[in-house]
């Protein structure tokens, strides 16, 4: 990690900085930093583009790690995904996660309630306790399952039948919404859409960056309001990722997709964050 100013930094660049840091050191050290508590989660808002309120956060885990500094999940969660240790760890985090996100409930300093969305990776959606584990978290927590959605990735997703569908099926029944994260990356054809349980299409950020200065990239434009109209004739909701500009915000509004993400509201940080931002969106 670098420094950046203040008490901000920035995460070290996945593709220069992985190199240097030798993988089997990080893969090694991955069960003692969860036992000494080295992963801390950041918390992204996930705002209504109607009315650009707070509508919840995207938990996102980062490890500090006592030599490198912060270290981003693009550098070791594959890392604990092949060790088997995402298990374990997706665990603490869903744990945490809903720990804040009850606790953005009632403590009364949030105008609206406030939902939490927390990554599944392919192994924790193909482990046998992943719905018993989620409805333990949900009620150690108090966190209502709506309050939940869960973020599975298309690629995690494509080939799956419908046994393998079923536990995502339970936790949607159980009233957890579930996100289908990166979609546009993968191969999903739409009758396939139509029989998975998500309800929220997250719109891979390779989709609007050409929306990010006028004039929009006409084919972008296109793409999207396409996708924007599939989603809600099967009746899911859109949300952008990586919106980095306000431009892009009102294009996207404009589109009518319904939620955005991205470092033009803010950037990942700590959960106390989320109370001023709902506060000030709330006020104007
Ligand atoms: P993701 O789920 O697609 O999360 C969005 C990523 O985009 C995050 O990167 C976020 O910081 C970044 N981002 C947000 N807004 C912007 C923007 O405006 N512009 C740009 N260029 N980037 C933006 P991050 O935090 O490095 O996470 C990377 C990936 O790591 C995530 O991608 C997710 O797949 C994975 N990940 C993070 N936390 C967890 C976790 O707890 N469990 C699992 N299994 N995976 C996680
Ligand atoms: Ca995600
Ligand atoms: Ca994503
Ligand atoms: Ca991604």
């Given at each position: 990690a670098k420094a950046a100013g203040g008490n901000r930094y920035e995460l070290a660049d996945a593709d220069s900085d992985a190199r240097v840091i030798a993988r089997h050191s990080l893969t090694n050290r991955l069960p003692a930093a969860l036992d000494n508590g080295e992963f801390f989660i950041e918390y992204q808002p996930l705002v209504r583009l109607t009315d650009g309120t707070v509508r919840g956060a995207e938990a996102l885990v980062r490890w500090l790690?006592?030599?490198?500094?912060?270290?981003?999940?693009?550098?070791?969660?594959?890392?604990?995904?092949?060790?088997?240790?995402?298990?374990?760890?997706g665990r603490w985090v869903l744990q945490e996660a809903a720990r804040q996100a009850r606790a953005w409930r009632t403590d009364g300093t949030c105008e609206a309630p406030l939902r939490v969305n927390v990554n599944l990776s392919p192994s924790?959606?193909?482990?046998?306790?992943?719905?018993?584990?989620?409805?333990?978290?949900?009620?150690?927590?108090?966190?209502?399952?709506?309050?939940?959605?869960?973020?599975?990735?298309?690629?995690?997703?494509?080939?799956?039948?419908?046994?393998?569908?079923?536990?995502?099926?339970?936790?949607?029944?159980?009233?957890v919404d579930i996100a289908l994260d990166d979609f546009g990356t993968g191969y999903s054809n739409l009758s396939y859409l139509r029989r998975l349980p998500v309800s929220t299409l997250k719109l891979d950020r390779s989709f609007t960056r050409g929306m990010q200065c006028a004039p929009a990239d006409p084919v972008d434009v296109k793409i999207v309001e396409g996708i924007v109209s599939l989603a809600h004739t099967l009746d899911l909701s859109v949300t952008v990722e990586g919106v980095e500009t306000g431009t892009q915000a009102e294009h996207l509004r404009v589109l009518g997709c319904d939620t955005a993400q991205g470092w033009y509201y803010a950037r990942p940080g700590p959960p106390e964050r989320l109370h001023t931002l709902s506060l000030v969106d709330a006020a104007s």
């Open positions: 790690h006592p030599v490198h500094g912060v270290l981003g999940p693009d550098q070791f969660i594959p890392l604990a995904e092949s060790t088997g240790l995402i298990v374990p760890l924790q959606l193909r482990h046998p306790a992943l719905v018993a584990d989620t409805v333990a978290v949900l009620d150690s927590s108090g966190l209502d399952p709506s309050a939940l959605c869960l973020e599975v990735t298309e690629n995690a997703l494509i080939g799956a039948d419908e046994e393998e569908l079923r536990p995502l099926r339970q936790l949607a029944d159980l009233g």
